[in-house]
């Protein structure tokens, strides 16, 4: 037989569940920030959240070890913005950015591969985008620099950007003691007679679901075919005309174009690529140092110029490459090149021995401060399509947190006005336990936002907003359990142990599958659905604890009372299932005694 209320001990359970909530709330006045404020998402603080989607050359998936790499880089670049709250994360094969507040514009150039290559320029291929109005050569974009910037003016020739917009990539200029470079390395290349065919540089959006896009794989192959082919650079060291012809024609250098290459170039093959802000195009022989050689980068402004710069120095095998190469390429032009796309191509006018040299190319403080940051913390394992890019106003996410607390207070509302109206006295207690269970819950999401970095959004809220019916459900269950017993005639002391054994059998297996439908939910769920699942789950844990701890003994604690208000059966609610089980208590007794008499 089941044990009676008078075994139960409630006072027991409550205490158990009161040092639970004491030492829940201690942890959260005691650590962290010492507040009792949950970590919100951007969609009810505001903010940026940009989504990248990994591409490969080959369109193939990419391997975890090499978006876990590409994640650490992009989290160092994100520090070193100096937001706090940012987060990182990985989502598939995406990595999702998220910065709180409004400081978010800086995030969505993160996901540059920045890829940085150095390069020489092939003499006798640079070719102007728009034809020039004079003969004169384009003129070098730059020089690069030992040590402090030399006195020397920088060349006035420098080609003016194209109209529209800049891209967002900085486009090469001149630097300090920048000479014009040699007549013969500027020769523009004849023009290929045909028409010109669609640019290879057009791109499909990346797929939202994550997985890699086999057109722009396709996209990437068909332009490495062009503009990397190896036979571009005979073994003379001579360009190839009609080849390097039929390249340019397949480049578009313009503002808003978007480049199939770009962070996917082969460095051990010649290239053919966009610089000096979009105006000319070059042909570049392969890579001779790698930016991994990169041991420090800083944005400084030059006051005899007025321009932002980017100072290099390399480590010590980048130095010996870099001095040997400057030493036997002194008056020409060597290529900076960043995700594909030539950032400056000075003149070399002496060898560099001491490691140190210098970006110039008309850069705003924000591009040089950026490109500084992306070189100092690595370049991507991986290049990134941006697939989406979120901002949320503090405003916004203000008013969208209001309407969740609305939301969820209205459900409060009309479960505490049916409990009252149909279980009265036992509905009290569904009262008290729903608020034990919300302060239950509220002291988890904080510490859980401080240990692992969950943040509340307007999913999670909604996943909140229905476990409220599931914590109520099991109430209902149990309370519709003792109406059964009293059915049968017993009394409301003598239901309450009965009808708890067999209610929570039912409790748990309700409770049960909803958590394994919220655990599958979240495992194959990806975004906003995972913290609906997040708060779904965690919540319907919550639930048993309360129903076991809470709201059992309170009953069992109100089914031993003396007091004639607690004890009276209208009170709880249980008049009606009374008068049934008396009368038919009373015909099962008067049906006996007929049995006896028989």
């Not at 791109?203 to 062009?226: M, Y």
């Not at 009290?428 to 336990?433: A, P, Q």
């Not at 809220?461 to 099991?474: E, M, N, P, V």
């Amino acid at each position: 037989m089941a044990s009676s209320a008078g075994h139960l001990r409630p006072g027991r359970y409550l205490a158990f569940f009161a040092l639970i909530v004491i030492v829940l709330y201690a942890l959260v006045f005691l650590t962290g920030n010492h507040k009792p404020t949950p970590k919100l998402g951007i969609d009810l603080q505001g903010g940026t959240r940009v989504t990248l989607t990994a591409r490969t050359p080959d369109g193939g998936q990419p391997t975890r070890e090499s978006l876990n790499q590409a994640r650490q880089i992009i989290e160092r670049r994100v520090n070193g913005i100096g937001v706090s709250g940012t987060e990182v994360l990985l989502d598939g094969n995406n990595v999702v950015i998220t910065v709180p507040g409004e400081q978010g514009d800086q995030a969505k150039n993160l996901g540059k591969t920045a890829k940085l290559g150095f390069r020489k320029v092939v003499a006798n291929a640079t070719q102007p985008v728009v034809p020039p109005q004079t003969t004169t050569p384009p003129p070098a974009t730059g020089a690069p620099t030992s040590g402090a910037p030399k006195s020397t003016p920088p060349s006035s020739g420098a080609p003016a950007a194209s109209s529209g917009a800049p891209t967002t990539k900085p486009g090469g200029g001149g630097a300090p003691g920048a000479a014009p470079a040699p007549q013969q390395s500027t020769t523009p290349a004849p023009p290929s007679s045909s028409t010109t065919p669609p640019p290879a540089s057009s791109q499909a959006p990346a797929p939202s679901d994550g997985s890699v896009d086999a057109q722009t794989a396709q996209q990437i192959q068909a332009a490495k075919a062009v503009r990397q082919n190896k036979d571009l650079i005979g073994a003379d060291g001579q360009p190839n005309q009609e080849l390097v012809a039929k390249a340019m024609a397949s480049l578009t250098c313009a503002p808003n174009a978007k480049d199939a290459l770009e962070g996917n170039d082969d460095p051990k093959l010649p290239l053919v690529a966009c610089g000096d802000h979009n105006t000319y195009k070059y042909l570049l022989e392969p890579e001779f140092l790698p930016g991994t050689e990169i041991a420090d980068a800083n944005s400084t402004y030059n006051t005899q110029n007025g321009q932002w710069v980017v100072n290099l120095s390399f480590k010590s095998e980048g130095t010996k490459i870099w001095a040997d190469f400057t030493s036997k390429n002194v008056n020409q032009q060597a290529a900076f090149v960043l995700d594909t796309q030539v950032v400056s191509a000075p003149n070399i006018q002496v060898a560099i021995l001491d490691g140190n040299t210098q970006i110039t190319g008309k850069f705003t403080q924000a591009e040089a401060k950026d490109l500084s940051d992306i070189l100092k913390y690595g370049s991507l394992p991986l290049s990134f399509a941006s697939s989406d890019a979120t901002t949320v106003s503090a405003t916004l996410g203000l008013a969208s947190l209001q309407a969740g607390l609305i939301a969820g207070g209205i459900g409060l509302l009309v479960v505490f006005i049916y409990c009252l109206f149909y279980y009265r006295l036992l509905g009290v207690l569904t009262i008290l336990s729903l608020a034990l269970s919300g302060a239950l819950v509220f002291a988890v999401l904080v510490l859980l936002g401080r240990w692992i970095g969950y943040t509340l959004d307007l999913a999670g809220i909604a996943g909140l907003i229905i476990a409220i019916g599931i914590t109520a459900d099991s109430f209902v269950i149990y309370f519709e359990r003792l109406k059964d017993e009293i059915r049968e005639g017993r009394t409301f002391r003598s239901a309450v142990p009965r009808g708890w054994v067999r209610a929570r059998r039912t409790i748990l297996a309700s409770d049960g599958v909803s958590f394994l439908a919220a655990a599958i939910l979240y495992v194959i769920a990806v975004g906003d659905v995972q913290g609906f699942a997040f708060t779904l789950g965690m919540s319907t844990v919550l639930d048993l604890v309360v129903v076991y701890l809470v709201t059992h003994p309170l009953v069992a604690i109100v089914s031993t009372s003396k007091s004639s208000f607690l004890s009276n059966p209208r009170n709880l609610g249980l008049g009606a299932v009374q008068q049934v089980g008396s009368q038919r208590k009373k015909s099962t007794s008067v049906g006996r005694a007929n049995v006896k008499e028989a």
